[in-house]
């Protein structure tokens, strides 16, 4: 069993920059962690994820050149920074983790066994 904790989401103007952290009980240089997002009315999206192998991270097209994931395996942390946000980024971010490491499904939520409560990102004009 892998619990998530989720911190640092907020508001900010468009253009401004947050950064996520999701914390886990347990890591593994196997798993696959992320950050998914879902806005009212949407289904719930990838954003980015990344390996426990040291992979480079893998991100939506939405997202490509503004947001950045990592990881401090020491810490048992993954971190989204986001930056040069936009009101269409506005959404509850979670964070989700599996045991295996990310493939070319990673954006599918279905895959993902372990979730955070989420936190709220709300971005305005």
């Known amino acids: 069993q892998v619990q998530l904790a989720e911190s640092g989401g907020g508001s900010v103007q468009a253009g401004g920059s947050l950064r996520l952290s999701c914390t886990a009980s347990v890591t593994s240089s196997m798993d696959c962690i992320g950050w998914f997002r879902q806005s009212l009315g949407k289904e719930r999206e990838g954003v980015a994820v990344?390996?426990?192998?040291?992979?480079?991270?893998r991100y939506a097209d939405a997202v490509k050149g503004r947001f950045t994931i990592s990881r401090d395996n020491a810490k048992k942390t993954v971190y989204l920074q986001m930056d040069s946000l936009q009101p269409e980024d506005t959404a509850m971010y979670y964070c989700a983790a599996t045991l295996r490491l990310c493939g070319n499904w990673w954006s599918s939520w279905q895959f993902f066994g372990f979730w955070g409560q989420g936190t709220q990102v709300t971005v305005s004009s």
């Open positions: 990344i390996s426990g192998d040291g992979s480079p991270g």
